[in-house]
């Protein structure tokens, strides 16, 4: 297992993803340690001056104007934890608790929150001891950072509330903490609020959803190339020369994978051949990469934002190396918020295009042959009929979850925070869209290997073969007289979702773009 180590320049996606997935241990660096020194250095000295400081020796959102005696201040760095530990519904993910917990601890280890190094220590010692505290799904409204969810996370480091043990036993965080052999923190100035303010939940989600859409993306490509193999479709129609006049990226990414799936296939170019011959194909087969690369772009332009606030310090106040401690509106989640309704938007048309394959799969009026619904016996059997309707169910889903969550505010804290950018609203209906996604496309893939197989006598890609025969192995089972659908579905959906159906095909293409 390898160590992420966190300096003061931020991180990378693929830190987070180590350490939210793949339990990765984390250090601090020495150039973190010493920042983390310095700037805790400027709030202790404002501490100790007769003016108030937001944040240091004041109240905080609408309750700013009351000056805090020092005696009350590690009082009020407890109480806004607990009183902001207010979330209720499910339990959010694991990795998505651990993700959030590692992004606060970027922004605190680059010397701009005022936390002290100890604290920081004990953040890098519960990640590394498997301790996930329970935060719930409701309680954020992506402004003043994703407060709710990173109080629960705060809670624990205090010893207080529940958390998620190494075994996955909800317990006490305390009791957890202790067997550990960590301290729970005694908060002091600033720190209480430093640990809640940021969007750290949020870009967690962000991050992981990227990295989901890449192999999803690339899945819907190899499952357009195999419907289109299924109807016996025109590849030309992928030429790189076409896709250079309008020269989106991702939509010549999405062609090129088309047309390293299909290379070699003995089912394309079929059109003349037929009683009835076609001029050219539906749009959802014709314009797959032109759907799909839109989406990619997109996944693009999320991805740049995501880099730059994985390099930010978002906090507030926040300690400047003049040793001004300034109060500010980083906090604020539209950036992320934006994006992750981009990509619900582009995840819903994607799924959108390929159930309309699917369902052309299943038509006998407008799959050239085909048996109707794929069926082993029409009318004693309804083949696919059904899974296509659970596609369509999918489908249906995405569109109401592509509604922008971001286009909504609601003013909270006494109107003192009047507009919010409900970005964590917008990755808890990313996370959804995603998985629904996968479904969609495990049920294309379903659709369009059965399809395949059944136009005897001619031979399909190397790549699509080699696609058909590890899903088959993945339990993924061919044509045939009805059966209980669902398993086999769901050997779909674990193939796809696993990235086993990239896997597959990559050793003949190459790798996919």
Known sequence: ??????????????????????????????????????????????????????????????????????????????????????????????????????????????????????????????????????????????????????????????????AEGPDGVVRPAGELLAEAGIAPVELREKEGLALLNGTDGMLGMLVMALADLDKLYKSADITAALTLEALLGTERVLAPELHAIRPHPGQGASAANMAAVLKGSGLTGHFQEESAPRVQDAYSVRCAPQVAGAGRDTMAHAALVASRELASAVDNPVVLPDGRVESNGNFHGAPVAYVLDFLAIAAADLGSIAERRTDRLLDKNRSHGLPPFLADD??????????????????????????????????????????????????????????????????????????????????????????????????VEGPGPDRFLAPDLAAADAFVRTGGLVAAVEPVTGPLA
């Not at 659970?390 to 006494?414: C, F």
């Open 378 to 475: 029409a009318g004693v059997d309804s083949g696919l009929m059904i899974a296509q309707y659970t596609q369509a169910a999918l489908v249906s889903e995405m569109k109401r979850l592509a509604v922008p969550a971001s286009a909504d505010s609601i003013p909270s804290s006494a109107m003192q925070e009047d507009h919010v950018s409900m970005g964590w609203s917008a990755a808890r209906k990313l996370r959804t869209a995603v998985d629904n996604l996968t479904r969609i496309i495990a049920i294309e893939l379903y659709a369009a290997t059965r399809a395949i197989e059944l136009r005897h006598g001619l031979t399909p890609a190397p790549a699509s073969r080699a696609a058909i025969a590890a899903a088959r192995a993945a339990g």
């Open 1 to 162: 297992m390898h160590t992420v180590v966190v300096g003061t320049s931020g991180t990378t996606a693929e830190d987070v993803i180590a350490v939210a997935r793949g339990n990765a241990r984390v250090q601090l660096s020495g150039e973190a340690l010493d920042a983390l020194a310095r700037a805790r250095e400027i709030v202790d000295a404002l501490a100790a001056k007769p003016e108030p400081v937001y944040g240091v020796s004041t109240g905080f959102g609408a309750l700013a104007s009351r000056h805090i005696s020092p005696e009350l201040r590690a009082q009020l760095q407890r109480n806004i934890v607990r009183s902001h530990a207010a979330g209720m519904g499910p339990r959010v993910e694991r990795e998505v608790v651990r993700a959030l917990m590692f992004l606060r601890l970027k922004t605190v280890a680059s010397g701009h929150t005022g936390v002290r190094p100890s604290v920081a220590q004990t953040m890098v010692d519960v990640l590394n001891a498997g301790i996930t505290p329970v935060v719930h799904e409701y309680g954020s409204l992506g402004c003043s950072g994703d407060l709710a969810p990173l109080s629960h996370c705060a809670l624990a480091l205090m010893g207080e509330g529940d």
